[in-house]
């Protein structure tokens, strides 16, 4: 049986696949501040809506990328944190990087000139996805937060898209 894997548009009933997977990261204690997977209102409100992906495999859901706003300033429209979660069981098959050059291309047509990510130091396998999508770090800002009463820094990669300015 061949795979097929498949970057479609996100779709509500997407949700509890997104949700599923979302709950595995959290699980893994290195992926986010999140300690729960929230409801469909929730997540629906915190995602902006361009730029929401799924990669299927034979129709199944098996990651998601989507956008949250950086700020409310009009200034700062076409700047976003980018989030991406890929199944457990399909991790380092290059769905992500899939999911990524995607949305790379399809956040630049929408207006977006610059995606930035937050990722623990602890999880390398992101750092290096998301810099050989094009992303640089930018820094590390230390003891940003704190989860399960431990304080965790975050690299800040950013992406900016490829024209003068």
């Known amino acids: 049986m061949s795979t097929s894997i498949v970057i479609r ?16 990261g959290i699980n893994t204690g290195v992926a986010t501040f999140e300690t729960e997977v929230p409801d469909w209102e929730k997540w629906d409100t915190k ?23 950086f700020s409310d300033r009009a200034v700062y429209s076409g700047v976003a944190e980018v989030t991406l979660y890929i199944s457990k069981e399909f991790r380092g098959q290059g ?27 602890q999880n390398s396998a992101s750092i290096s996805l998301f810099t050989n999508c094009g992303f640089r770090k930018v820094g590390v800002r ?24």
């Not at 509890?16 to 595995?24: F, H, R, T």
């Not at 769905?95 to 623990?120: D, R, V």
């Not at 003891?143 to 992406?159: C, F, Q, T």
């Open 142 to 165: 230390e003891s940003l937060g704190m989860r399960d009463g431990v304080w965790h820094d975050n690299v800040l990669l950013e992406r900016r898209k490829k024209e003068e300015y």
């Open 47 to 69: 995602y902006l809506k361009p730029c929401r992906f799924v990669a299927a495999v034979n129709d199944v859901v098996v990651g998601w990328v989507a956008l949250t706003p």
């Open 9 to 24: 548009a996100f779709q509500k009933s997407d949700y509890p696949s997104c949700a599923k997977i979302y709950g595995d």
């Open 95 to 121: 769905i992500g990087k899939m999911l990524l050059e995607h949305l790379n291309t399809e956040s630049e047509a929408q207006g977006f000139w610059t995606l930035q990510a937050k990722i623990f130091p």
